[in-house]
T-cell receptor, first 114, second 111 residues
Framework: DAMVIQNPRYQVTQFGKPVTLSCSQT?????MYWYQQKSSQAPKLLFH???????NEADTPDNFQSRRPNTSFCFLDIRSPGLGDAAMYLC?????????????FGDGTRLSIL | GEDVEQSLFLSVREGDSSVINCTYT??????LYWYKQEPGAGLQLLTY?????DMKQDQRLTVLLNKKDKHLSLRIADTQTGDSAIYFC???????????FGKGTKLSVKP
């Protein structure tokens, strides 16, 4: 089945130690998104790639970066994780850009900071 | 600005119908979405409706859209314990905008 896969499902890192989360898709979609979701809250968009075009949300901290080496893979890098970065991180894809495009989500990576 | 509002909790008995409501503010929204999130999992796209439609039915799910009042509802017929989850409403605007999510409604189904 075509899908969005996130690895790992659970990630533990130390305060200040860089961490990378990964996402892959077999849908061949043009757009890949990263969201942060804290407990009992809606997902918050961090940034998205439209093909190789990177689009950062205005309020995304500089600590968060992303790479998309090819159509299938996208990475979220957190340079110096703080306690406030503990959250579920969700990757999503859509065929094209825009609010009229359904987004398809992976199962998420839950990040804990020690 | 854009905003999507949902009530936070809904509790029903197994076999009853559930109705989850949502209001949105962006009159230019073209698509409205319902997502389901089970504990510890990602968001599963349940259904979506184009803004020129009033209703969409898909098996046990019925979506009703009142565009004049900017009100969207999701009805789940014959609710089962497996329907217990958080349900997110989202609006999407045209070809450039992103999705705007509500805070989610936690549906609890009692046996």
């Amino acid at each position: 089945d075509a899908m969005v896969i996130q690895n790992p499902r659970y990630q533990v890192t130390q305060f200040g130690k860089p961490v990378t989360l990964s996402c892959s898709q077999t849908l061949n979609h043009n757009v890949m998104y990263w969201y942060q979701q804290k407990s009992s809250q809606a997902p918050k968009l961090l940034f998205h790639y439209y093909d190789k075009d990177f689009n950062n949300e205005a309020d995304t901290p500089d600590n968060f970066q992303s790479r998309r080496p090819n159509t299938s893979f996208c990475f979220l890098d957190i340079r110096s994780p703080g306690l406030g970065d503990a959250a579920m991180y969700l990757c999503a894809t859509s065929r094209d850009r825009g609010g009229n495009q359904p987004q398809h989500f992976g199962d998420g990576t839950r990040l804990s900071i020690l | 600005g854009e905003d999507v509002e949902q009530s936070l909790f809904l509790s029903v008995r197994e076999g009853d119908s559930s109705v989850i409501n949502c209001t949105y503010t962006d009159s230019s929204s073209t698509y409205l979405y319902w997502y389901k999130q089970e504990p510890g999992a990602g968001l599963q796209l349940l259904t979506y409706i184009f803004s020129n439609m009033d209703m969409k039915q898909d098996q046990r799910l019925t979506v009703l859209l009142n565009k004049k009042d900017k009100h969207l509802s999701l009805r789940i017929a014959d609710t089962q314990t497996g329907d217990s989850a958080i349900y997110f409403c989202a609006e999407g605007e045209g070809s450039q905008g992103n999705l705007i999510f509500g805070k989610g409604t936690k549906l609890s189904v009692k046996p």
